[in-house]
């Protein structure tokens, strides 16, 4: 990790030294968006890792953090809490065309019996993306937040086990979300957060702290950080990131150009480490079951790896998919790999 750090740092002197002010760094508009020329390859490598080492240094508490490029310290932000007019939705219905990505008809990885302890979820490749905008749909009560660049990208586990969280009660499944959105309250502020589910918990009262969808599920979000609204253009950039820790916190970071920022709670509030072992990664509509439009011609390579304690290959699943947003991109065929972080690739198109 610190010859990481030294490359990282090394790399931002060089490229400071000695690339013309032409390509000094951009700033950026609310949309992620460059207001000056694009910066140097030597300098896009070392943002590049820089990325990469944040995604993996632990916040030191929990709470809100924010880090520029190139420091690695997290430095602590005030936290938001969130009241927002819609929310992510778990998988119900499965009305869309068989090989359109999202709501149900995605690629997952699984990792069998080794449970997940950290993914990271990146676009490696984007190409022909333009414009995107999100859109209701019928089966979900054309509800979400809609409009030119809204979106929402997620990391989800599996809602079919069940932890202590659901404190016994029958057919009660914990399902938990790593959610980067747009406009999620306010316009020109994104959010960084989990959004935590007891599936199925019954008529029972909600536990304190969570709401109730009126089907029977308990729902709530985590403390949220609110980086600026990401371009849909930038989305090879976007780097998200969901740990869990047993005992410990839980973390979403969301890392893109020379920003990082990271949100955390208690492990606790859905023992998720004690059963994670798939995941579902995505650029999808911006809650409320909502499509992300993609204009013709986009092509968005999609890539989950995992730490598992294993180097063994994972398994590709196909149409398991558990969220309910969903995007117009069609999916091409997934390969997984093994190897010190578990993988799986594919890609969508349209």
């Known amino acids: 990790m610190q010859a990481t750090f030294k490359f990282a740092l090394a790399a931002a002197l060089i490229s400071a030294m000695c690339v013309p002010a032409a390509f000094a760094a951009p700033s950026t508009d609310v949309f992620g968006q460059s207001t000056a020329q694009q910066v ?13 080492n944040m995604a993996q240094i632990a916040t030191p508490s929990e709470g809100c953090f924010h880090a520029s490029y190139p420091s690695i310290i997290w430095h602590q932000v005030g936290c938001s809490t969130l009241h927002p007019a819609f929310h992510p939705m778990p998988r ?3 009305f869309a065309e068989p090989q359109t990505a999202g709501n149900g008809n995605d690629y997952t990885i699984n990792t069998g019996s ?37 979106y929402s990208v997620q990391l989800n586990t599996q809602f079919t086990s069940t932890s202590a969280a659901c404190k016994g009660h029958s057919g009660c499944t914990v399902w938990q979300q790593w959610v980067y959105a747009t406009d999620y309250e306010e316009n020109g502020e994104g959010a960084i957060f989990m959004q935590d589910w007891l599936i199925g918990y019954g008529s029972s009262r909600c536990p304190s702290g969570f709401g109730s969808d009126g089907e029977g599920d308990c729902y709530k979000n985590s403390n949220a950080a609110l ?40 492990d606790s509030t859905l023992d998720i480490a004690s059963v994670w072992n798939t995941g579902e990664f995505n650029v999808v509509g911006n809650a409320g079951g909502s499509e992300a439009e993609f204009n013709s011609g986009s092509s968005i390579t ?34 997984a790999s093994g190897g010190t972080n578990p993988s799986i690739k594919f890609t969508e198109s349209n």
Do not use: M
């Open 227 to 266: 980086p600026p609204d990401i371009s849909p253009t930038a989305l090879a950039s976007l780097k998200l990131t969901g740990t869990a820790a047993t005992g410990g916190n839980d973390t979403a970071v969301v890392t893109y150009d020379g920003e990082a920022y990271s949100t955390s709670q208690k």
């Open 92 to 94: 119900y219905y499965l």
């Open 40 to 52: 140097g390859p030597i300098e896009q490598a070392a943002r590049a890792a820089w990325r990469e």
């Open 114 to 150: 080794h449970h997940i302890t950290s993914a990271v979820g990146t676009f490696p490749t984007v190409t022909g993306v333009t414009s995107e905008k999100s859109v209701g749909v019928p089966a979900y009560g054309d509800g979400g937040i809609l409009g030119a660049n809204e």
């Open 302 to 335: 999609v890539n989950l790896a995992v730490s598992d304690g294993s180097t063994a290959a994972p398994t590709c699943v196909a149409d398991s998919g558990t969220t309910g947003e969903s995007n117009n991109l069609n999916l091409g065929s997934c390969t």
